[in-house]
């Protein structure tokens, strides 16, 4: 397997930077006589056992989820130094926002799968900031407001599609060769939804 990473995109410079930056240090003798790489990838549905239910930062009460359309996913990919047992996972969830109860849960659901492998300073778990992703699991009141209010059933259901797509990344790592790759656009690939609300930022 050959993993190939454009250095523009921030989650895999910071993924690659909890590897790398929490390994070894330059001053010490390194324990591998060269960088071998295991990689896994998980991918598991979310999907809400309350429905109809209002969608996470969308803020408009009548605007209610009834079904899929399109399944969000939580997707996960696992690297490991194999010479060295290092470790780190990266979940890229498909939803609002993630707060610091749901990792802490899913934390101690994957201490009771494997304990020891996981914890807060190997695994990161992120959002893609959907605004049509299910609501309701936020610690916060005000995120729940225009949801109704905040369902365990919901949290519970993200939290096993987070676990279980780790987990199935832990699982299915396979021997790899990791590359650093860089590339040029011809064309503008990202723009500011708000271009003069950003150019009016004081000193940019």
């Known amino acids: 397997m050959v993993l190939r990473i454009k250095n523009s995109v921030v989650y895999w410079g910071l993924f690659l930077g909890m590897l790398f930056l929490g390994g070894p240090s330059k001053s010490r003798a390194d324990p591998c006589q ?3 790489y295991a990689v896994g990838f998980g991918k598991v549905m979310m999907m809400t056992p309350l429905l109809p239910i209002g969608m996470m ?3 408009h009460l009548p605007q209610k989820v009834a079904g899929v359309h399109m399944p969000l996913m939580s997707r996960t990919m696992v690297v490991e130094r194999t010479c ?3 470790m780190v996972g990266l979940v ?3 939803m609002g926002m993630v ?3 749901l990792k802490s849960s899913v934390l101690e659901r994957l ?3 494997a304990p020891g492998i996981f914890n807060e300073s190997n695994l990161m778990v ?3 900031h959907t605004h049509a992703g299910i609501g309701g699991y936020a610690e916060r009141f005000l995120y729940n407001i225009t949801v109704g209010g905040h369902f365990k ?4 259901a993200i939290v096993s599609a987070i676990v279980d797509s780790v987990w199935q990344a832990y699982q299915t790592r396979k021997t790899a060769h990791l590359t650093i790759t860089t590339q040029e656009s011809k064309t503008d690939l990202q723009f500011n939804r708000s271009l003069g609300s950003y150019e009016n930022n004081p000193g940019w």
Do not use: L, N, R, W
């Open 153 to 156: 059933a919901v949290e519970s």
């Open 126 to 128: 992120s959002a893609t």
């Open 99 to 101: 707060f610091h109860h």
């Open 92 to 94: 890229i969830a498909e």
């Open 111 to 113: 201490q009771e799968k």
């Open 84 to 86: 060295e047992k290092a």
């Open 57 to 59: 930062g969308y803020a």
């Open 34 to 36: 060269k960088d071998e």
